[in-house]
């Protein structure tokens, strides 16, 4: 049987990072998407790691492009990419909420969207605007 694969966007620091090399520890071959220079990640050696930004398409589909060639397919997708603004809401320009949303949510949506081809377990379609059949109210 072969390794799973895990793709982790947002993959070269903290929280993404750190389950990068849980996994890689624990036998799944690993690809992770970052900023900057990915290669000074410090992941181990066998980690593919890919310059992407969360905000772009184009990032994003090279990214999977990548992940097909390298991986086949994904065991395991884990959507990390993502920022904080803390402070008031008062100070919140539209500058910084469109930063806030093209990456957390634009990225991860449009990342999800793009890796479900290689998912081994995804379901032919899925929806995050609707419940699934059945579990609406009665």
Request: glycine fraction near 10%.
């Amino acid at each position: 049987m072969p390794a799973p694969t895990a793709l982790i966007t947002g993959g070269t620091s903290g929280i993404g990072k750190a389950t990068a090399e849980l996994l890689h520890s624990r036998g799944y071959r690993v690809m992770v998407t970052g900023l900057g220079n990915v290669a000074d990640a410090g992941l181990p050696e066998d980690v593919t790691a890919v310059r992407a930004d969360a905000r772009s398409l184009p990032d994003i589909d090279q990214a999977m492009d990548q992940a097909r060639r390298q991986l086949g397919s994904l065991d395991l997708l884990f959507l990390n990419s993502g920022i904080s603004r803390p402070g008031p809401i008062e100070s919140t320009d539209e500058d910084a909420f469109d930063a806030l949303f093209d990456i957390n949510v634009k990225g991860n949506f449009f990342t999800l969207q793009k890796a479900l081809p290689l998912s081994t377990r995804a379901p032919r379609s899925c929806s995050p605007w609707a419940p699934p059949k059945g579990s609406g109210p009665r």
